[in-house]
Nanobody, 121 residues
Framework: QVQLSESGGGSVQAGGSLRLSCVASGYIPIIHCMGWFRQAPGKEHDIVASIDSAGSTNYADSVKGRFTVSQDNAKNTLYLQMNSLKPEDTATYYC???????????????WGQGTQVTVSS
């Protein structure tokens, strides 16, 4: 089992920045892919970014050039640096971990509890 705990959400004006953190605990060696999803009210649960155990990253087109996903393996922590935030980035952000490689997408997912990000215009 893996437990994930996010922090770092909040309210910011458009153009501002936030950094989300996700601390993983439990049986960490089984995890090969981690990422961030987000869900806005009335919308789908969409992937934002992912990173594999080798450090390779992928991003949704809507956040490319603005968001950066990274991990500190020594601290079992995943980060999402969000810059140039837009009102459409407003959502609940969820940390996700999967024992499978990122190339096949998230299939057997452990979820965090979510953290709210609100961007005002």
């Amino acid at each position: 089992q893996v437990q994930l705990s996010e922090s770092g959400g909040g309210s910011v004006q458009a153009g501002g920045s936030l950094r989300l953190s996700c601390v993983a605990s439990g049986y960490i060696p089984i995890i090969h892919c981690m990422g961030w999803f987000r869900q806005a009210p009335g919308k789908e649960h969409d992937i934002v970014a992912s990173i594999d155990s080798a450090g390779s990253t992928n991003y949704a087109d809507s956040v490319k050039g603005r968001f950066t996903v990274s991990q500190d393996n020594a601290k079992n922590t995943l980060y999402l640096q969000m810059n140039s935030l837009k009102p459409e980035d407003t959502a609940t952000y969820y940390c996700a971990a999967d024992p499978h490689d990122c190339s096949g997408g998230f299939r057997e997912v452990y979820w965090g509890q979510g953290t709210q990000v609100t961007v005002s215009s």
